[in-house]
């Protein structure tokens, strides 16, 4: 798996240090879930940051899916759902394409095949986000969408899970 940055966008949105961290969620969701390529992207397409190693060509699918995000964010909004749907999944017979809010503009892709659970993705997800938001600024992330989850049982997974698949440090 290789890792690509995008110099010229990365010092008008992203400072180095910020860069880095986010390399590193980036990195430890690709080898939690066996992920083909996960990219991080503003709504406006650009790449910020990717990890990608057999995935497919980056530009054209961050092309899509800002078009994709910004769909699904009025059609929340036209159904009274606030702030937008938090994540949004296309299935496919060998590939799935998984696309999950991360700040206000801001979202993954993360691509896997057949041989990722669904469920481990959506977790992993999750957890990755709430690992991101310091560095963009959030103190606070929103509870889960269906309000089930609550957080000594959030613990308890989130303990199982790194037993299970190793701490999150390198």
Sequence with gaps: MTFESHPKRLDSVLTRRQFDEVLQCLSALARKCRISAVFLVNGSGQIL????????????????AAGSYAASREMARLLNETPQFPMVLYE???????????????????????????????????????????????????????????????????????????????
């Excluded at 940051?49 to 899509?64: I, M, R, V, Y």
């Excluded at 959506?122 to 959030?138: D, S």
């Excluded at 969408?145 to 299970?164: V, W």
């Design 92 to 170: 496919g017979r060998n590939q799935n394409v998984f696309i999950a809010s991360v700040a206000a503009d801001c979202f993954l892709i993360v691509v896997f095949g057949r041989e990722s659970a669904l469920g481990m993705v959506r977790i992993f997800t999750r957890k990755t986000i709430e690992e991101l938001a310091p560095v963009f600024g959030q103190t606070e992330q929103e509870p889960a969408p269906d309000g089930m989850i609550d957080a000594s049982f959030r613990e308890a997974l989130n303990r199982r899970l790194d037993q299970t698949f190793g701490p999150d440090s390198e």
């Design 49 to 64: 940051a990717e990890h990608n190693g057999k995935g497919p060509s980056s530009a054209g699918l961050a092309a899509l």
